[in-house]
């Protein structure tokens, strides 16, 4: 009779355990789904224009202290790592086209990137790349195809360029936490150039664009296109990119990512056909470059929650951090001639050496700028306060991030 009832008690109490902890579970699990963690809660980055000009793979040559054509841009990226490290979904948008060492070297007009570029991406944290830009022919259509193999081999994910029509047919999915993106990417044109292949490179046409989201709809919970477009060097985007955006808010399109014009350009939501809510970054600006203008030196780091509760997902905290691309003169560097000759054959150089970097401006001082390039040589006279003020022009105040200018004023208070 003892162990009968011990038993009998024994059960009992596991029953009553195991309820309390299903009923611990269940509320846990309801706290969890609304506040987006757990596997539900996705974060996303993006950067703007990777723009590697020659000054840039120059001084990715000189990081070790001489010139011998073995180029590493992974210091160039060491103060975001930790942003872009913290994303599920880190995207850049690689503007030069990544062709390798063995077809030269170039930087402006017509680029070509040196492969060492994608490891330190890599390393740095980025997971995507867009690669359909006005440069994605510089190199012709092989150039292209051997950036498709040069992504590949780093196992780094890309959008905008295809090896095949079979290719092209394709919708980029990427899951992350139980939430599915499907990326879509377009560019304006090619610099006049003409591929060979109508499936080369994926050019901005309304009516395939619609057909292509209806696709992603199907395949996917999010649907983000990168868009490359707009008018250089403008601050706000041409009227033809408002109706399309509006026209792509109808169609379903979560979010676009804006590049092309090297400068910052507003953040809008859209509303769209059935109380759809698009948001759009119409031009992130620049990421790493080296043009040299104050306007051209600011971009902007982009981040987003993607939050599932209640089998709803919702694009939550979009913000814009700005972000400089610093770069200084430095001493001379030794030319290993032999070895230059050897690792990048047919590389075109600058005559002066860099050394880059990319900042946020929180993190980034007026005795830099001071010492930055387009001060020293091209006589721009730039200030901090010259970059803040662009960001808190263009950048409404619901989209903006801490700045330096905030992050001074809160340490007063």
Same mark, same amino acid.
């Given at each position: 009779?003892?162990? *009968?009832?011990?038993?009998?008690?024994?059960?009992?109490?596991?029953?009553?355990?195991?309820?309390?902890?299903?009923? !611990?579970?269940?509320?846990?699990?309801?706290?969890? &789904?609304?506040?987006?963690?757990?596997?539900?809660?996705?974060?996303?980055?993006?950067?703007?224009?990777?723009?590697?000009?020659?000054?840039?793979?120059?001084?990715?040559?000189?990081?070790?202290?001489?010139?011998?054509?073995?180029?590493?841009?992974?210091? /160039?990226?060491?103060?975001?790592?930790?942003?872009?490290?913290?994303?599920?979904?880190?995207?850049?948008?690689?503007?030069? !086209?990544?062709?390798?060492?063995?077809?030269?070297?170039?930087?402006?007009?017509?680029?070509?990137? @040196?492969? &060492?570029?994608?490891?330190?991406?890599?390393?740095?944290?980025?997971?995507?790349?867009?690669?359909?830009?006005?440069?994605?022919? &510089?190199?012709?259509?092989?150039?292209?195809?051997?950036?498709?193999?040069?992504? *590949?081999?780093?196992? /780094?994910?890309?959008?905008?360029?295809?090896?095949?029509?079979?290719?092209?047919?394709?919708?980029?999915?990427?899951?992350? *936490?139980?939430?599915?993106?499907?990326?879509?990417?377009?560019?304006?044109?090619?610099?006049?150039?003409?591929?060979?292949?109508?499936?080369?490179?994926?050019?901005?046409?309304?009516?395939?664009?619609?057909?292509?989201?209806? *696709?992603?709809?199907?395949?996917?919970?999010?649907?983000?296109?990168?868009?490359?477009?707009?008018?250089?060097?403008?601050?706000? @985007?041409?009227?033809?990119?408002?109706?399309?955006?509006?026209?792509?808010?109808?169609?379903?399109?979560?979010?676009?990512?804006?590049?092309? @014009? =090297?400068?910052?350009?507003?953040?809008?939501?859209?509303?769209?056909?059935?109380?759809?809510?698009? +948001?759009?970054?119409?031009?992130?600006?620049?990421?790493?470059?080296?043009?040299?203008?104050?306007?051209?030196?600011?971009?902007?780091?982009?981040?987003?929650?993607?939050?599932?509760?209640?089998?709803?997902?919702?694009?939550?905290?979009?913000?814009?951090?700005?972000?400089?691309?610093?770069?200084?003169?430095?001493?001379?560097?030794?030319? &290993?001639?032999?070895? +230059?000759?050897?690792?990048?054959?047919?590389?075109?150089?600058?005559?002066?050496?860099?050394?880059?970097? +990319?900042? @946020?401006?929180?993190?980034?001082? $007026?005795?830099?700028?001071?010492?930055?390039?387009?001060?020293?040589?091209?006589?721009?006279?730039? =200030?901090?306060?010259?970059?803040?003020?662009?960001?808190?022009?263009?950048?409404?105040?619901?989209?903006?991030?801490?700045?330096? $200018?905030?992050? $001074?004023?809160?340490?007063?208070?």
């Amino acid at each position: 009779m003892e162990g *009968k009832t011990g038993r009998g008690n024994l059960v009992g109490w596991t029953g009553l355990v195991l309820t309390m902890l299903l009923l !611990i579970t269940g509320c846990q699990s309801h706290f969890w &789904d609304k506040q987006g963690s757990s596997g539900q809660e996705v974060k996303l980055l993006a950067i703007g224009d990777n723009l590697i000009h020659s000054s840039v793979y120059d001084a990715a040559d000189a990081e070790d202290g001489v010139m011998d054509g073995k180029y590493n841009f992974k210091p /160039m990226y060491k103060a975001i790592k930790g942003r872009v490290k913290s994303a599920d979904i880190a995207f850049v948008n690689q503007e030069t !086209i990544i062709s390798g060492k063995q077809y030269g070297l170039y930087g402006y007009p017509k680029f070509n990137t @040196p492969e &060492d570029v994608l490891p330190a991406l890599k390393d740095t944290g980025f997971t995507i790349a867009n690669a359909t830009t006005n440069h994605s022919l &510089d190199r012709t259509d092989q150039g292209a195809y051997n950036a498709i193999k040069n992504f *590949k081999r780093y196992k /780094m994910d890309y959008i905008g360029i295809n090896a095949s029509a079979k290719e092209a047919k394709k919708i980029k999915v990427v899951k992350k *936490k139980g939430i599915s993106f499907a990326f879509l990417a377009y560019t304006y044109g090619t610099n006049g150039i003409q591929a060979k292949h109508d499936y080369t490179v994926n050019y901005i046409d309304a009516k395939r664009i619609k057909g292509d989201v209806k *696709k992603a709809r199907q395949q996917a919970d999010i649907v983000i296109v990168s868009m490359h477009w707009g008018t250089e060097n403008s601050f706000a @985007p041409d009227d033809w990119q408002v109706k399309l955006a509006k026209k792509m808010a109808d169609w379903g399109v979560d979010l676009i990512i804006g590049t092309h @014009p =090297h400068t910052i350009q507003p953040v809008k939501w859209v509303k769209g056909k059935g109380n759809h809510k698009m +948001l759009v970054t119409y031009s992130l600006g620049n990421g790493l470059n080296g043009m040299l203008e104050t306007q051209n030196m600011l971009g902007c780091l982009f981040t987003c929650k993607f939050v599932k509760a209640n089998q709803k997902i919702q694009l939550k905290e979009p913000k814009m951090e700005p972000i400089v691309s610093h770069f200084e003169r430095i001493g001379e560097i030794p030319v &290993d001639v032999e070895s +230059l000759r050897k690792n990048a054959p047919n590389a075109d150089h600058v005559n002066y050496t860099f050394k880059f970097r +990319l900042y @946020p401006l929180s993190e980034y001082s $007026e005795d830099q700028l001071s010492r930055h390039f387009i001060n020293v040589y091209q006589g721009e006279n730039a =200030h901090m306060e010259d970059l803040q003020r662009l960001y808190d022009r263009v950048i409404s105040k619901e989209f903006r991030k801490v700045t330096h $200018e905030n992050k $001074e004023k809160t340490k007063q208070n």
